[in-house]
C-alpha cells in the first residue's frame, strides 16, 4: 500500500502569452518506508513534481493521496496543517535561519509542527537528535560558524524533528563534496529507517542513487 499516491497529474506554467506544460500525466505510488529517488535530466520537471506532490505547489489537474486523504479536496489551510504535521523538507542549500542557533532551528519547527509538548519534553527531543546527527556539541552554535556538512546534518534533523511520516529531500547532496555526500546520504538512509519515514528523493547523482530502495526516471515530463 503506497503512502503517497499521485494521479494524472499534469502542470502547465504560462509565462507570457506561452504556456508550457511541464508534468505531463503522471501516475506515482510512493512505496511505504524507505528511500524513493526521483531521478532524470536538468529541467526534466523533478522539482516542480516533488512540491506538487508535498502541497508546495497546486497542481493544474490531477489528485494526490496521502494515506487515503485527497490533498487536492482540501482548502489551503488543511494542506498547510497536514504539510507541517506530516512533512518534513531537505533542500539542495541548508537554509538555517541566521539568528537561531542549531537547537533552536529544532525547537523552532516543533512548535509548529506538536503543539502539545512542553519545553522539558521538546528540549529532550531536540538533544536526542542532535546527538543522532553528531551536533549536540554545537548546539548552541549559530550557522555562521558551522561548515557545510554541519548545516546539512542539521538541516537533515530539523526535517525530522516532529517525525513526519514523509521526508521530501530536493538533491539534499548537490552543494557538499562527496566525502560529506556520503555522510549526508548515511545519515538520510538510517534516520529514514529509525524513525520509520517514507523519503522521497530527487536527485541527479548517480552516486547517491546507490542509497535508495526503489528509483523511478523523468523525461520531458513525464515518467519512464
Ligand atoms: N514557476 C515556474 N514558472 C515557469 N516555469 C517553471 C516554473 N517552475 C519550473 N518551471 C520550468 O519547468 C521546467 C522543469 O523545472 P524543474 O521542475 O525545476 O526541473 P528539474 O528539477 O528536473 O531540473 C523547467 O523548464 C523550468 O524552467
Ligand atoms: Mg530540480
Do not use: W
Not at 508550457?20 to 503522471?26: A, L, M, P, Q, T
Not at 512542553?118 to 531536540?126: D, E, F, G, P, Y
Not at 558551522?146 to 539534499?172: M, N, T
Request: with cysteine; aromatic share 6%; glycine share 6%.
Amino acid at each position: 500500500m503506497s503512502i503517497l499516491t499521485l494521479s494524472n497529474i499534469h502542470k502547465t506554467f504560462k509565462t507570457g502569452e506561452i504556456e508550457e506544460e511541464i508534468i505531463k500525466g503522471i501516475d506515482l505510488a510512493l512505496p511505504r518506508g524507505g528511500i524513493t529517488a526521483l531521478t532524470g535530466a536538468s529541467g526534466s520537471g523533478k522539482s516542480t513534481l516533488l512540491t506538487i506532490a508535498a502541497g508546495l505547489q497546486p497542481a493544474t489537474s490531477g489528485h494526490i493521496y496521502f494515506d487515503s486523504i485527497d490533498l487536492t479536496s482540501l482548502n489551503p489551510d488543511q494542506v498547510r496543517k497536514i504539510r507541517a504535521e506530516q512533512f518534513g523538507f531537505v533542500f539542495q542549500f541548508a537554509h538555517l535561519v541566521p539568528f537561531l542557533t542549531v537547537a533552536e532551528q529544532l525547537t523552532f519547527m516543533l512548535e509548529v509542527a506538536i503543539t502539545k509538548q512542553n519545553k522539558k519534553q521538546q528540549a529532550q527531543a531536540v538533544e536526542q537528535l542532535l546527538e543522532r546527527v553528531d551536533m549536540q556539541h554545537r548546539s548552541s552554535a549559530y550557522p555562521s560558524s558551522l561548515s557545510g556538512g554541519e548545516k546539512q546534518r542539521v538541516a537533515i534533523a530539523r526535517a525530522v524533528i516532529h517525525q513526519p511520516q514523509v521526508l521530501f529531500a530536493d538533491e539534499p547532496t548537490a552543494s557538499l563534496d562527496s566525502k560529506r555526500s556520503t555522510e549526508a546520504m548515511n545519515l538520510i538512509r538510517d534516520i529514514t529507517k529509525q524513525l520509520d519515514i517514507t523519503t522521497l528523493m530527487v536527485t541527479h547523482d548517480s552516486d547517491t542513487l546507490s542509497y535508495a530502495d526503489h528509483v523511478m526516471e523523468m523525461q520531458d515530463g513525464k515518467l519512464c
